[in-house]
């Protein structure tokens, strides 16, 4: 396991914070109140870890294969249903969304080998992630991959927590199944839109990790 490269500001600055904090709480409260001190830094300490725990990368092998859609991210599948694209495809489309909590992973990576035709971030809300309007009126960022057989769009969705997406990829660039998409910090949610006919092989609410669940097959 390493710790993703986007962590490494908010990790830094969170230590220091902290240990300001710890330095300033020993001098307010002196060797009078040991038990308390102890306590509140271990809490501290905690936190802390878990602020590194939303940046960790688990070493993966991806699965690979021409015919399949594998998970973009880490998390719980919310959504299974037929919607009407107006970004891009504007048609109907095989919405399947995956919920990211904060303690899942946050890597975003790529469900198929491709090449990115349309990139696109869109500023909005930050309604929580599973609300219906999240995946049009949120702050999320689309990409298309496109391959010989088949087009989807992946659609970082932020949310109520999550408020910073990165994403790496723009139109021309080549996408790898399993490879590196981008990055939601602190949770949210990712579309996948597909086409019609697509054969779903997740049901509702089952946990998916990124690189390695098999969404659909095509």
Known sequence: ??????????????????SLLNYLLYKWIGADYTAIYYAVSLLMLLFWLFIVSFFRVPSRQPVRGDNIITSPCDGKV?????????????????????????????LNTHPISGEVIYSKYHPGKYLVAWHPKSSTDNERHSVVIQNERISILVKQIAGALARRIVNYMQPGMKAEQGGELGFIKFGSRVDLLLPPGTEITVKLNEKVKAGLTVLAKY
């Open 1 to 18: 396991m390493t710790i993703h490269r986007e962590g490494y500001p908010t990790i830094a600055i969170t230590a220091v914070f902290l």
């Open 78 to 106: 919310v959504a299974i249903e037929t919607i009407n694209d107006t970004e891009y495809f504007k048609d109907a489309r095989i919405q399947l969304s995956v919920f990211m909590s904060p303690a899942n992973v946050h």
